[in-house]
C-alpha cells in the first residue's frame, strides 16, 4: 500500500463506529394500504398479512407486516431531505469521491428481525459506519468496500430490527477504447451444483429447462427442489428457444467496460413458461417493447464464454 493509500484509509476508518446521518423517522406508520401494495407487488399471498379474520386466528392475533418491508418504512424517497445534516456519511462519500472512488454499487444486504411489525408502529432508523475495507482490486475496478449498519426502532425505543448494506465505491474504469474494450470481458456466471447442467447445455447450443421428475413442473432459476411437490428429483427439457419480452429494462449507469451501451436487459418468458434475464441483440432498444417476439441464439461473447441472448423473431409458432 502507498503512503497516499495509507493516510485516505485512516480518515475513512476514522469514521467507522460514526452515525451516518441522522436519525431518520418513517413519513408513515406501518400501514395496511402500503403492506397491501408491497404484497401485490412481490406476489406474496399470505393472509396474515392483508386479512384481518385470517390474522385474528393466527399465532400473531392481527395484521402484520411481512419482516422483508423493514426498510420500506423509513425510505426517505427519491430526493432525500435537505440539508442531511453532513454526517460522516457524507464525509466518507466525500474522501472517496475525492480519492477518484466516484462509481458505487451495492454489493450485499443483510436484514435481522427481532419482532414482527404491527399496525400503526412507528419507526425510526439510524444508521452507522460500520466498516470501510482497504483498496480492493475487483473486477468492476479499484475501489474500497463501505459497510453501514442500520438499526430500526420502534415508538418506545425497542429495537425491531437490522440491516447490513455493503456497497463498492470504485474507480470506474477508462472510457472505453477499443483496446480497452477489448481487454474488458463480461462478468462470468456464478456457476454452482445446482445450475452447471445449464451451462453445460449452453455450451452444446441446448437452452436447458429444469423439470420436476415428480410432478412435472418447469423452473428457473434452476435449484435443488420443486416449489410445487418439495420433490429432490429433476431432469430437463431442451427448451424451443422462442418466447417473448415479458419485461426489459435499457441500463445506463454505472456503465462496465464489457458492455457496448445502450443494451437490452430482458426477462424472456418462453413458450414453455419458465422466464428468463437475458439481452436482446440485433435490434434498437428503442424498438423493444413487451411481448415481442423473440428467438434464443448461442453468442460466444469471448473465448471462453458462450451466453443465451434473443433476437426478434417472427410471432407465431413457425420456425
Ligand atoms: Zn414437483
Redesign the pocket.
Known amino acids: 500500500m502507498s503512503d497516499e493509500n495509507g493516510v485516505l484509509l485512516d480518515k475513512l476508518r476514522g469514521l467507522v463506529g460514526k452515525p451516518a446521518g441522522p436519525p431518520f423517522s418513517a413519513w408513515d406508520a406501518v400501514n395496511q394500504p402500503m403492506i397491501r401494495h408491497w404484497c401485490d407487488a412481490v406476489g406474496d399471498t399470505n393472509p396474515i398479512y392483508t386479512d384481518p379474520s385470517a390474522a385474528a386466528s393466527s399465532a400473531h392475533g392481527q395484521i402484520v407486516a411481512p419482516p422483508t418491508m423493514l426498510q420500506a418504512w423509513t425510505m426517505k424517497g427519491l430526493v432525500p431531505p435537505t440539508p442531511e445534516g453532513g454526517g460522516a456519511q457524507e464525509e466518507l462519500m466525500g474522501l472517496l469521491d475525492s480519492a477518484g472512488f466516484t462509481s458505487v454499487v451495492a454489493t450485499n444486504c443483510e436484514q435481522e428481525y427481532a419482532r414482527y411489525l404491527h399496525l400503526g408502529d412507528e419507526l425510526t432508523a439510524e444508521q452507522v459506519i460500520e466498516d470501510v475495507s482497504p483498496e480492493k482490486h475487483t473486477a468492476l475496478g479499484d475501489g474500497h468496500f463501505v459497510t453501514t449498519k442500520t438499526t430500526f426502532s420502534d415508538q418506545h425505543g425497542d429495537v425491531v430490527g437490522s440491516m447490513t448494506f455493503r456497497i463498492l465505491k470504485f474507480r470506474p474504469a477508462p472510457a472505453s477504447t477499443s483496446s480497452s474494450k477489448a481487454a474488458a470481458r463480461r462478468p462470468r456466471p456464478a456457476i454452482n451444483r445446482d445450475n452447471a447442467f445449464f451451462w453445460e447445455g449452453i455450451d452444446r447450443g441446448e437452452l436447458l429447462i429444469q423439470r420436476?421428475?415428480?410432478?412435472?413442473?418447469l423452473r428457473h432459476p434452476p435449484g435443488p427442489m420443486?416449489?410445487?411437490?418439495?420433490?429432490l428429483d429433476w431432469d430437463t427439457v431442451v427448451s424451443t428457444g422462442r418466447g417473448v419480452v415479458y419485461s426489459f429494462v435499457v441500463p445506463h449507469h454505472p456503465q462496465v467496460p464489457a458492455f457496448e451501451y445502450p443494451y437490452v436487459v430482458a426477462l424472456v418468458e418462453l413458450d414453455e413458461g419458465t422466464r428468463l434475464v437475458s439481452n436482446v441483440v440485433g435490434v434498437e432498444p428503442a424498438e423493444v417493447y413487451v411481448g415481442m417476439p423473440v428467438a434464443a441464439e448461442f453468442v460466444a461473447v469471448d473465448d471462453e464464454l458462450t451466453l443465451p441472448q434473443f433476437r426478434p423473431a417472427a410471432a407465431g409458432n413457425g420456425a
Open positions: 420436476c421428475a415428480s410432478c412435472g413442473r420443486c416449489p410445487s411437490c418439495r420433490s
